[in-house]
């Protein structure tokens, strides 16, 4: 399978920061990665698709310009949590969608913001 | 629009003991196809199996497998001589297409017992 990381795994910032998480596909050219939120005991819930070169795809009822996407090479995605606040606190978790129609996930990141 | 329901919010069983997760979908599409991952307390997101909806064959994969049942829409999971290693919280999930996100059930954790 495909190896995706993530950095910073763990994050804690002030309210009112920003934070930048990265996302690698590391053997794969990823033309689409996925950005997921989760929060504890419960499951996955789709924020974005990160188009490279293009502009994310966001879900409904989530906020465009509290979390930038940037995925400018094949092989990066950055999410990027402006003006953090206290609710933006979560797991973050990438993924790569491959054409086999499985996808591999980072490792996730946990926000905190105090 | 398409849905995942995974009606088990918990389920136990012994060490070496069998046991199977529900997951029902809902999908006017033909072809897709169903995954069930694996997510342990490190909270990394693990392929377990998949299913082509095309295939008819059900999917196996060493103790993991599944009872596919297209018609009714059925896609539970089986774990066979049950391991502590297999204590997670498990997923099923669906796309339409390949390169696609994922849709996720609420998810089952499992526990398993010595």
């Known amino acids: 399978g495909a190896v995706v990381s993530q950095h910073p795994s763990r994050v804690i910032c002030k309210s009112g920061t920003s934070v930048k998480i990265e996302c690698r596909s590391l053997d794969f050219q990823a033309t689409t990665m996925f950005w997921y939120r989760q929060f504890p005991k419960q499951s996955l819930m789709l924020m974005a698709t990160?188009?490279?070169?293009?502009?994310?795809?966001?879900e409904q009822g989530v906020e465009k310009d509290k979390f930038l996407i940037n995925h400018a090479s094949l092989t990066l995605s950055t999410l990027t949590v402006t003006s953090a606040h206290p609710e933006d606190s979560s797991f973050y978790i990438c993924?790569?969608?491959?054409?086999?129609?499985?996808?591999?996930f980072g490792p996730g990141t946990r926000l905190t913001v105090l | 629009a398409q849905t995942v329901t995974q009606s088990q919010p918990e389920m136990s069983v012994q060490e070496a003991e069998t046991v199977t997760l529900s997951c029902t979908y809902d999908?006017?599409?033909?072809?897709?196809?169903l995954f069930w991952y694996k997510q342990p307390p490190s909270r990394q997101m693990i392929l377990v199996i998949r299913q082509e909806a095309y295939k008819q064959q059900n999917a196996t994969e060493n103790r993991f497998s599944v009872n596919f049942q297209k018609a009714a829409k059925s896609f539970s999971l089986k774990i066979s001589d049950s391991q502590l290693g297999d204590a997670a919280m498990y997923f099923c999930a669906y796309t339409y297409q390949a390169g696609t996100a994922l849709i996720f059930g609420k998810g089952t954790t499992l526990s398993v017992s010595s």
């Open positions: 990160s188009n490279e070169g293009s502009k994310a795809t966001y």
């Open positions: 993924s790569l969608g491959l054409p086999f129609g499985e996808q591999f």
């Open positions: 999908t006017s599409e033909s072809d897709y196809y």
